[in-house]
């Protein structure tokens, strides 16, 4: 099983015989045509699950619902925000919020909890456990937010951070927020979230293409006992087995 990396929050996930889209914003080349999204996996063999954790434009691009001209296997996994705010229309997706789940003979996607609109995935497949975060982080920016924001702030992440526990203790990949333009500290959120749940593979995202502001993470996730895997090119991978995880680039 192979993670790629398309841009932003945008992850593919190659499986046996099936693939996933996670949060497509743009492909991973600027000429839509080379990319990743377009030049190969709408081409792969097998059914496509495309998953869209909210509306806002750098996690949903209306132009996934045109991939059915030349791909029929294809099904969308959307929160509901989407469809509240007019994106798409009833028919073509599934829409799921918080608590509710889609599964059928080769994977179960459950939508939890986020702490901006929509929801994050959780993702059961070939014996793995894989989340996808979506805008689901501690959102407090250190030189605007009121003292009183940030500890409304941290108590809902908490809240949804245990409620994630409650379904998944442990997890083999996470696809999480790192967001420099946080301030100081715009870590805060993925050490609370590996402090909670124990993690194998932790790869960061919506670093808004400053991969190495992010890097100084890697010896919190490692300290953790956390594989901490910076994907900062678009197209870059990370293979996946039951047994370890490995990247190859």
């Given at each position: ?10 992850f ?12 497509y ?58 469809l ?7 028919e ?26 929509g ?25 605007e ?30 696809m999480?927020?790192?967001?420099p ?15 909670r749940?124990?993690?194998?593979c ?23 006992d ?18 370890e ?5």
């Amino acid at each position: 099983m192979r993670l790629v990396y398309i841009y932003h929050s945008g992850f593919a996930i190659e499986a046996g015989g099936f693939s996933l889209l996670f949060d497509y914003f743009k492909d991973s080349d600027p000429d839509p045509a080379k990319g990743y999204v377009h030049a190969q996996l709408l081409r792969r063999k097998g059914p496509l699950y495309v998953l869209s954790s909210h509306f806002h434009p750098d996690h949903f691009n209306p132009e996934v619902l045109r991939w059915q001209e030349q791909k029929a296997d294809i099904t969308y996994l959307f929160s509901r925000d989407i469809l509240k705010r007019k994106r798409a229309k009833a028919e073509d997706a599934i829409y799921l919020r918080k608590g509710e789940q889609y599964a059928d003979e080769r994977l179960r996607v459950t939508a939890c909890g986020s702490t901006d609109v929509g929801v994050s995935f959780l993702v059961a497949l070939n014996g793995l456990k894989i989340f996808h975060a979506g805008d689901l982080n501690n959102w407090h920016w250190e030189e605007e937010s009121t003292p009183e924001e940030i500890a409304q702030m941290e108590g809902d992440f908490k809240k949804e951070l245990n409620d994630l526990a409650q379904l998944a203790p442990r997890l083999d990949l996470a696809m999480f927020p790192v967001d420099p333009r946080m301030g100081g500290d715009f870590m805060r959120g993925a050490r609370q979230f590996l402090d909670r749940i124990p993690t194998r593979c932790f790869v960061p995202m919506h670093f808004w293409a400053q991969p190495q502001k992010v890097a100084p993470f890697k010896s919190y996730a490692e300290s953790k006992d956390t594989r901490f895997v910076l994907l900062g090119e678009p197209g870059e991978e990370l293979e996946m087995r039951n047994e370890e995880l490995g990247m190859r680039i």
